[in-house]
């Protein structure tokens, strides 16, 4: 199985702030990664997929990149409707697998 | 409208059995692999298998944690997808989401989850 190694855990910061969160596959998965957005009692929100192609609907704020084991999604100026945990999944192979998640809170 | 809905969940005993329905509506649900994940309270996000759709090779796939316990089926002229769940262990509790897979690229679509609890 191919592990998701996600960083940080957990993260505060204001309003504003940029912010970027890590995502490490112990094996190549070529672009095969998508990051999702959940907030509390809600279904995860796909923010991007093939690592960096934005949702439609998704503010510019949100970006992806990387390729082959390492990816990162950056916020570039948070805003107060993206405090929310995020994880990262690749789907190149089966199982798909998940990163342990961010919590994203408001310093 | 596109969406998925998730309906069976409740309170179950350990042992026991229990089936959850995921309900297409707005596109072509026979084209589409159906996709089921679970999250446990307060955990991160677990891949539970899927099936295919109109398409040759292995129908299904599970996660070690359910294979053999676990079955999804699906009837197309209904538009819905099953997960038949046996012999449930606490650990089963969980949200259970469906989500529309292939030709569809990486989960974009997701219903809005239903809750088993397995507890005596």
């Known amino acids: 199985d191919i592990q998701m190694t996600q960083s940080p855990s957990s993260l505060s910061a204001s309003v504003g702030d940029r912010v970027t969160i890590t995502c490490r596959a112990s094996q190549g998965i070529s672009n095969d990664l998508a990051w999702f957005q959940q907030k509390p009692g809600k279904a995860p929100k796909r923010l991007i997929y093939a690592a960096s192609s934005v949702q439609s609907g998704v503010p510019s704020r949100f970006s992806g990149s990387g390729s082959g084991t390492e990816f990162t999604l950056t916020i570039s100026s948070l805003q107060p409707e993206d405090f929310a945990t995020f994880y990262c999944l690749q789907y190149n192979s089966y199982p798909r697998t998940f990163g342990q998640g961010t919590k994203l809170e408001i310093k | 409208e596109v969406q998925l809905v998730e309906s069976g969940g409740g309170l179950v005993q350990p042992g026991r059995s229990l089936r959850l329905s995921c309900t297409a509506s707005g596109f072509t649900f026979g084209d589409y692999t159906v996709t089921w994940f679970r999250q446990a309270p307060g955990k991160g996000l677990e891949w539970v298998g899927l099936?295919?759709?109109?398409?040759?090779?292995?129908?299904?796939e599970y996660a070690a944690s359910v294979k053999g316990r676990f079955t999804i089926s699906r009837d197309d002229s209904k538009s819905i997808a099953y997960l038949q769940m046996n012999s449930l262990k606490t650990e089963d509790t969980a949200v259970y989401y469906c989500?529309?897979?292939?030709?569809?690229?990486?989960?974009?679509?997701w219903g809005q989850g239903t809750l088993v609890t397995v507890s005596a």
């Open positions: 989500t529309r897979d292939f030709p569809a690229v990486a989960y974009e679509l």
């Open positions: 099936i295919r759709g109109k398409t040759s090779g292995e129908p299904t």
